[in-house]
């Protein structure tokens, strides 16, 4: 079964970095677009970062600067550096992926669990 697995949250003190891994199950022939996105408490969920399959980048304005996505499609996983964190980081922090599974033609898009970060002094 296509599953996408994080690790790598935590707890950390503002100006800390943490980085997030998420890797796709085998069973996949294709990863297109991968992404991140978080939800804080009380918040809708939001996009992160966001990487194309020809690693075309895109932020959302409050981590610019700050976070870095990249992928390595080899190992089916792609990564979120998270340097210079802030309290308002605090959120669960979601993989995101379109991935097309063996014997299939189509791509469909598949969620991770979820991995808490928690910035706070």
């Known amino acids: 079964q296509v599953q996408l697995v994080e690790t790598g949250g935590g707890s950390v003190q503002p100006g800390e970095s943490l980085t997030l891994s998420c890797t796709a199950s085998?069973?996949?022939?294709?990863?297109?677009?991968m992404a991140w996105y978080r939800q804080a408490p009380g918040k809708q969920r939001e996009l992160v970062a966001s990487?194309?399959?020809?690693?075309?980048?895109k932020y959302t304005n409050s981590v610019k600067g700050r976070f870095t996505i990249s992928r390595d499609d080899v190992k089916r996983t792609v990564w979120l550096q998270m340097n210079s964190l802030k309290p308002e980081d605090t959120a669960v922090y979601y993989c995101n992926a379109d991935l097309q599974p063996l014997n299939s033609e189509v791509y469909s898009n598949w969620w991770g669990q979820g991995t808490q970060v928690t910035v706070s002094s």
């Open positions: 990487i194309t399959y020809g690693e075309v980048k």
């Open positions: 085998e069973g996949i022939s294709g990863i297109d677009n």
